[in-house]
């Protein structure tokens, strides 16, 4: 069946920086646009960015914009997500979701999803 793997989650101080990686099989991945939410415990799973299926259109969560980017790679079937200048407000799980229409902010919008990576940012 369809997989989505999250990696690259951890610890870090804030105003420090961590690459996630979504690695993606049985999934014809220039199909779907990518998605990366988050949820932190006790609270809903929130938007954090999108990138259209051809990779030009990219759209992210005000409380990230400037400071985290999402790209994709086709060749390899992966979505990434550079987060920079962390804050602990950014600890969370967070997961990356395939979406076959339209890049999309809601959870009901998307297909399949990732079991989730920690990201824990230290003040």
């Known amino acids: 069946q369809v997989q989505l793997v999250e990696s690259g989650g951890g610890l870090v101080q804030a105003g420090g920086s961590l690459s996630l990686s979504c690695a993606t099989s049985?999934?014809?991945?220039?199909?779907?646009?990518m998605g990366w939410f988050r949820q932190a415990p006790g609270k809903e799973r929130d938007f954090v960015a999108a990138i259209s299926r051809a990779g030009s259109t990219t759209y992210y969560a005000d409380s990230v914009k400037g400071r985290f980017t999402i790209s994709r790679d086709d060749a390899k079937n992966t979505v990434t997500l550079q987060m920079n200048s962390l804050k602990p407000e950014d600890t969370a799980a967070y997961y990356c979701?395939?979406?076959?229409?339209?890049?999309?902010?809601?959870?009901?919008?998307?297909?399949?999803w990732g079991q989730g990576t920690q990201v824990t940012v230290s003040s």
């Open positions: 049985r999934l014809t991945f220039s199909n779907y646009a």
């Open positions: 979701a395939a979406n076959r229409g339209s890049m999309a902010t809601g959870t009901a919008a998307y297909d399949y």
